[in-house]
């Protein structure tokens, strides 16, 4: 009976990521809507990326699905070429790449960052495996190539090698500043993405070169969208219950897990109840979206995407609620509303930093939530929008500052 | 080869703090090169593990060597919380052997596989 449990839990660690992606496929073939799917994936490849530009906008929903199925897609296809272990931290690789392919990456921008990564494993004689989550989360610099190619105008060919090179240089920078937080921020490529951003950015103004932010934003999708994916996210539940039926008792388990770097649950706490807390963090995300009167579209579904990822490397319901309240709670007394893009995003992100709740109690991370939010809102024109994860930038400095007071007056928590 | 001398001092580093958090006054470290892996042992006379934590602790330690996190977060090894230092530990090491008893203390000894 065991071994019949295991046979079932590993086909569906091995398939349920394809399967999952391939709805979005399905959505774009059903979603009753005329728009030209061809046209719509040249506009969404050919448009800058830079912060934030809804792809359900650019291109249209059904091209927006079926950007977001193939990149979610090449990152599943890469896995099995590297015959990486699917896992916690690969899972959230392959849905935050898809999430994020609603409104940034796309199936021209990825592969030159992939690529130097790639160059960047032959110059070490590792094997590419070793380096496979960096490429996956290194596609947060995307808009580079995108920048380069279509927003500067220098071409497909500058675009790709600005990508190629930049790629090639995310591994060595993501292993020196992960140290800098010490694991308590999850999106630490995005951390490492802002400052290359910021360089590049402040280069590329040196020579007159501006890379505004602007704001593409979809707001007539919200309803069907949230019905359509509230149903995803549920399913989710229901997956890890059939496999399961009495996994839910090990959420106590989950959520006793602080969260940080590493926390992989699939080999921690199994499967079943990996994919429960899964959907339960994707939709306490739509309840904030819905709660606060936000927009259900590209960007805020990319967000969910990210949260449910996650859900199998270190976010749990205990972790994630103080500091999402934390960046409401700042917008009832700041000039932010909680219901704009980007303090909804921040809402919504700011999950990357919720190991500082788990590990120091939800009061510092009421704080932490707090702190973030003024300063997400701040620092994405250091990088002008190039670095896609402008919450794991921001994340990474408040997760910096807090790690240090916290761990000034108690010391290590040993 | 740097980047390995930083990781095995991370995965001695884990493995210290873990002697020290179990109210040892006496840890030996013995680091050994063989033909085909490195071998660490941390010894203390620390207050030990019952049969329960005992398995845990093994439990976490035999995970299996995965490369793809080794390479990226075993940079983490000795930093780490308590929850995931012996985790990250697991997944740095191809071999773990644990010998504990309640009140005379542990000996954990890892084999990290040469690549």
Known sequence: ?414 | MIEERSKIKGIIDELMLNALRAKATHVRIDLEEMDSAIRIAVEDNGIGMCAKKLEQVVMRLSSGRRDELDAYYGELAGESHPSTGLRLVGMMVDKAEVHSEVGKGTRVVVYRNKR
């Open chain 1, 1 to 414: 009976m065991t071994r019949q449990l295991e046979l079932r839990e590993r086909l569906t660690l091995t398939y349920f990521l394809p399967v999952y992606i391939g709805v979005l496929l399905l959505l774009a073939l059903f979603w009753p809507s005329n728009q030209p799917v061809t046209a719509g994936l040249i506009e969404i490849i050919q448009s800058p990326d830079i912060l934030i530009n809804d792809y359900m906008v650019t291109g249209g929903i059904k091209a927006t699905f079926i950007n977001a199925a193939l990149v979610g897609l090449a990152g599943y296809v890469l896995l099995l070429v590297t015959r990486t272990t699917i896992s916690g931290p690969t899972i959230a690789g392959v849905m935050t790449m898809t999430g994020f392919a609603m409104f940034g990456k796309n199936v021209f921008n990825i592969w030159p960052i992939m690529l130097g990564v790639y160059l960047y494993s032959l110059a070490r004689k590792e094997h590419f495996r070793n380096y496979v989550i960096i490429a996956m989360f290194g596609t947060s610099l995307s808009p580079i190539v995108s920048q380069f190619a279509f927003g500067y105008g220098y071409g497909a060919i500058t675009g790709i090698g600005m990508g190629v090179v930049i790629g090639f240089f995310i591994p060595g920078l993501v292993k020196h500043l992960i140290h800098n937080h010490q694991g308590y921020l999850l999106y630490n490529i995005g951390f490492t993405a802002g400052f290359v951003g910021t360089v590049v950015t402040s280069q590329m103004k040196g020579f007159g070169q501006q890379a505004d932010l602007h704001l593409i934003w979809a707001t007539e999708y919200s309803q069907p969208l949230a019905i359509v994916f509230s149903i995803y996210f549920a399913s989710f539940i229901l997956l890890g219950l059939i496999l399961e039926p009495g996994c839910w008792r090990k959420m106590a388990q989950v959520m006793r897990y602080p969260g940080t770097l590493v926390t992989d649950f699939v080999d921690y706490v199994g499967l079943p109840v990996t994919l429960v807390n899964m959907g339960l963090v994707g939709l306490i995300g739509m309840a904030y979206i819905l709660l606060v009167g936000g927009d259900v579209n590209g960007p805020t579904l990319g967000a969910l995407f990210t949260i449910a990822g996650f859900g199998a490397f270190g976010k749990h319901p205990r972790n994630i609620t103080p500091v999402m309240l934390g960046v409401y709670g700042g917008t009832l007394i700041k000039v932010f509303h909680a219901s704009d893009p980007g303090p909804l995003l921040a809402g919504l992100f700011v999950t990357g930093i919720a190991p500082i709740s788990g590990a120091f109690g939800p009061i510092v991370g009421l704080i932490a939530g707090y702190l973030h939010l003024s300063l997400v809102m701040h620092v994405g024109w250091l990088h002008g929008g190039l670095n896609l994860y402008n919450n794991g930038f921001a994340g990474g400095l408040v997760a910096i500052v807090i790690v240090a007071t916290v761990r000034g007056f108690r010391g290590r928590e040993d």
